[in-house]
């Protein structure tokens, strides 16, 4: 048998209290109002209705959040070209850190270099942690090795690579070979333009020392069976060269084609003949025709 309920309203004899009917209908709502809170079927039907209402709003708000969720994974989703590069980082990672290790495993026993040479410089101390990178030392070569030279723009025509060299370092003697002639003039101290070359050394050995000043004799150029006459006896004029030679016990003026020269001699390829006597320091006094006696050099 279902309880009673009912929604009574006492507002239409609200204008008759006094009336049978308006007491009857207060002792409905009474018996109503009793009935909504002890009936024990009433407060199961309420319980059970609360119930499935929070099951109700838990469903919401799992579908809510399910939906939210789903929104969520959508936006993230990898495409391929994401799904590539996301490999790729993977395999990035994957070999920086086995070269990080590789690299550990090769320092545990030392660093070995691939040439022999000798450190030039460090840039850390023992015990000291360095960053990834950064320059531990300099290794210079014992095994190729070149020597800098700077050339004026009178000697630079002379030079040219390939030419062989005699480099002398602290009393020793190595066979060398130009190797390289720099493009760009640079200033030297005196403010003078220079063009530097380098000359590589072709037998080295454990007794050159790096960093010290070396001496260097250039073969600018080699001729064989040719007359050549001291420097100071060549001289010049707006004719071009001439030299001053001892005919009979005078002075004769002789025009001269020369050839190459070093710091001491110069070739003459035409106008003078073998064991001719030659003036080799000449005043402002001499003149052709002048008598002088030959004095033979020692």
Do not use: H
């Amino acid at each position: 048998m279902k309880a009673p309920c009912f929604k009574i309203s006492l507002i239409d004899w609200a204008d008759k209290p006094d009336s049978d009917e308006y007491e009857n209908l207060q002792k409905l709502v009474q018996t109503n109002n009793y009935e909504q809170t002890n009936n024990k079927d009433i407060r199961a039907w309420q319980d059970e209705i609360t119930k499935y209402t929070d099951m109700l709003s838990n469903c919401k708000e799992y579908k809510a959040e399910m939906k939210s969720q789903k929104t969520s994974a959508d936006g993230t989703k990898l495409n391929e070209g994401g799904k590539e590069e996301l490999e790729a980082n993977v395999q990035m990672q994957s070999i920086s850190s086995q070269t990080a290790l590789d690299s550990i495993n090769e320092v545990e026993n030392g660093v070995l270099a691939e040439f022999n040479g000798v450190v030039t410089e460090m840039n850390v101390v023992e015990g000291a942690t360095p960053a990834v990178g950064t320059q531990l030392f300099k290794l210079e070569s014992t095994d190729d090795i070149k020597v800098t030279i700077e050339v004026t723009k009178y000697d630079l025509e002379k030079l040219s690579a390939g030419q062989k060299a005699v480099v002398t370092i602290a009393g020793s003697k190595y066979d060398g070979e130009v190797s390289k002639i720099n493009k760009m003039a640079t200033k030297n101290n005196s403010g003078a333009a220079v063009v530097s070359a380098d000359i590589k050394i072709l037998n080295p050995d454990e007794k050159i020392f790096l960093g010290v000043e070396a001496k260097i004799a250039v073969d600018t150029a080699k001729v064989e069976q040719t007359l050549i006459v001291p420097a100071s006896a060549v001289n010049t004029d707006v004719d071009g060269d001439f030299v001053y030679a001892v005919e009979d016990g005078f002075v004769v003026r002789k025009p001269v084609t020369t050839g190459i020269s070093d710091s001491m001699n110069i070739e003459i390829t035409e106008g003078l003949e073998e064991g001719a006597q030659v003036m080799t320091e000449v005043s402002a006094g001499i003149t052709e025709g002048m008598a002088v006696s030959a004095v033979p050099q020692e």
